[in-house]
């Protein structure tokens, strides 16, 4: 029997496995961590995700998208809370398109679950990973408990144990020639949890994603089922009007929220209490290449860890499934072959969608509440409307269809710019009636201005 | 007593420990390697060094300039080898200015000795830093030879332990937010030894740097005392019509040295026989930040490992010897504070290092031999000459001079930028008399156009 080894059961470790065991491998699975399914995981006490369409796309390419899909509540676009207590909806796409709403630990849970109902799949827990020899496809394994040492030979080795992948720190970057960067930006986050009323009712509009934007700084809250909010607040560590090393007492904290989030402040008076309940983070983007080296192959947040602004980070790793696998086909299980076409496609929509998390950071704590860009958004869905087959937004591009990042990230930038140039051209404001802009829009489609489709 | 603890005794570690040993530091020195001096290093087994102002003043701030001059040759400028076998000659800067190649090994093993004079230093050898402990200032040791375990404690600890730095990378880099990148470039480089002539003369001019530029790749050669020159071939590992992947035969190596470089050729007709006894080398620039945390500080390569074409990887490392120890003084040995001031002031010229290397790799491989650059340069030349202290070369500003590299950067890219306007907008060529060039720079001088200074 063919033998897969995998670093990690994290999500998209996980995943991989089911694919793995599908393809008929035997699958030897090692997680540092303890079984994280013994421990209860309150929903709210776990960073939130969005799976977008590439997410499904792989879910559901192996069956199992229904299962997770019991678990994720539909987000159809942003709320954004203004300083003055005035809300704002913008949609994230046409009607019935959402991102969902999962909890980091239900999904791992479930994807743990269903990987471990083949026969032909094992987890491992409490096995950190010391060392890979890539020649030989051995993992070099230390029992985190015993301390007891061993090593586990098979045809090839998948790392997905994360931004700080032991594998990739312990094998690959030891390798001549192996280009490495871990860059932190200047903010850092922590997370809050807003609860749910007595009766457990939601406090806030349920299918949306709700975000506080305030310049260098913003708040986010994701829904959970049991009617609580997952929040986050990103800022700057220092140097900044607000940062976290200015928030040292409770009353900064009571007094920071009262005055800059004074709605979530009367949703909860008590925040400052709650604020040391989780710890403050940082936020890295990694990038690193090759890939793959002999028999080893990095995946998920292993290859290429972004910050979470796109929402993208889990549904890169799951689409990395989806394209390996297709990989593995097309080259027959030859897995030289595969690793080298699966690094040379890949590792360019890896530093895509990098960029695309760093750039939607400015507009998620920025540009969402500035007059210029919600106009140029009015204007592009409009055009989306009236040319669905013909015009897609960007965030469109990444969260609704499988279109390479690369090429999500340069369209959509030509797009913006065009926009841009067209709103100007045609001195289009809040004002303009919908019946002119869409003459004006359907004279672009009709002229000679090139939209890039 | 004081103590400190220096990790790695290659350059910059047996600078510093004289640095410290004369300011009352007991030092311990930890090498990985055996020592050196007992085995023999003939100087073309080595890679040539350049000291230039910066090392000259570090060395002569503890009073050892002297003994290291007398291994050291004066290379007053560039002869560069075209492909027709014609010789150009460009002096580095005004006469009497001049870099000096030194032997690696003999410099290191002169520094060594110098240090090991003092009674409160020692260096112990087949000594591996396996971690640091930055809060207490000990540092983990294993055997290379016994794998005997040990630790020592310190009131401070430097790392000047190279490129691959075994203390940032066991201590540092698992730091929170620490930020790290290992960039290769598309280079390697291979070393070949030009022998002298049989009678020990040397069989190229002696006192200059030697480059044969050929657009995408380049040999140099530096001069050795024993009549041989050190020579490196500089040339991407594939991909390009000449790369070292495609030498795969004697007789590939043959015919590659026959065409592009004919007159070494006609020097050294058995090149391709001793291809093989030096390896194929990876290039790569090392940057990360901070540089000190606890007790812990980076130093050298450790801090800011760069390509070599500026000829300023030793160089600068003295100079952080320079600057450490002034900051050292002025903070009056409160290592917390010199440690701070230290990472601040020193990234940005780590930095711009690194740049200015990259920058002169294009400079020699490329535009030595270009006319527009050429031209450029003998303006720049008189115009240094008629205002010797107006105006300083980029290259003067980085070999003849401490400004800060940051510094040295930005106004060299501006002069550039002034120089090539200032010749355009005249009308300059190779055939403009000096008497119109000295009256137009007299008028460029005096006018209105800010020369940065």
């Known amino acids: 029997m063919k033998q897969a080894t995998i670093i990690g059961s994290g999500l998209v470790g996980s995943l991989w496995a089911i694919y793995l065991a599908k393809a008929g491998y035997q699958v030897e699975v090692f997680e540092k961590r303890s079984d994280m399914r013994l421990t209860k995981i309150s929903a709210g006490k776990s ?41 704002a909806y913008q949609p994230y796409g046409s009607s019935g398109q959402a991102i969902y709403s999962v909890s980091r630990g239900e999904i791992n849970a479930k994807l743990m679950d269903i990987a471990e109902e083949k026969l032909n799949t094992k987890i491992n827990f409490n096995q950190e990973c010391v060392n890979v020899d890539f020649d030989n496809g051995v993992t070099y394994l230390r029992h985190t408990q015993t301390g007891e040492l061993s090593e586990y030979k098979s045809d090839v080795v998948f790392a997905t144990d994360g931004a700080f992948s032991a594998a990739r720190y312990s094998a690959m970057q030891k390798l001549d020639r192996f280009s490495y960067s871990q860059n932190y930006i200047p903010d850092g986050y922590r997370e809050i949890l807003l609860p749910a009323n007595a009766d457990g009712s939601y406090k806030l509009e349920k299918e949306t994603l709700h975000i506080w934007p305030r310049g260098r700084f913003m708040l986010i809250a994701l829904p959970n089922f049991d009617g609580s909010f997952t929040c986050t607040l990103f800022m700057p560590f220092e140097g900044h009007d607000f940062c976290f090393n200015d928030l040292k007492t409770k009353s900064d904290v009571d007094s920071f929220f009262r005055m800059v989030f004074p709605d979530f402040y009367h949703l909860m008076p008590e925040v400052a209490d709650s604020w040391n309940s989780h710890p403050l983070s940082s936020l890295a983007i990694i990038r690193c290449f090759p890939w793959t080296h002999g028999k080893l192959a990095l995946m998920g947040d292993a290859a290429h860890a972004t910050v979470p602004f796109f929402g993208q980070g889990m549904n890169c790793g799951f689409e990395d499934c989806s394209v390996l696998f297709s990989l593995m086909k097309a080259h027959n299980e030859n897995w030289s072959e595969v690793f080298k076409a699966y690094e040379i496609s890949r590792k360019p929509n890896g530093d895509a969608v990098q960029d695309l998390s760093l750039q939607n950071y400015l507009v998620m704590r920025d540009k969402v509440s500035d007059a210029n860009y919600q106009l140029q958004q009015k204007v592009e869905r409009r055009i989306s409307e009236l040319f669905p087959n013909k015009y897609f937004p960007l965030y469109s591009m990444v969260s609704f269809s499988d279109m390479e990042y690369k090429v999500a990230l340069e369209k959509g930038n030509e797009q913006n710019e065009i926009i841009a140039d067209f709103i100007k051209a045609n001195e289009i404001t809040q004002e303009t009636p919908l019946s002119q802009i869409d003459k004006l829009i359907h004279h672009l489609f009709d002229g000679s201005t090139k939209i890039p489709n």
């Open 47 to 87: 960073i939130n995700l969005a799976t977008s369409y590439r997410g499904w796309k792989a879910l559901d390419e192996v069956g199992i998208g229904d299962e997770i899909r019991k678990i994720a509540i539909p987000m159809h676009g942003r709320t954004i809370h203004n300083l003055d207590n005035t809300l």
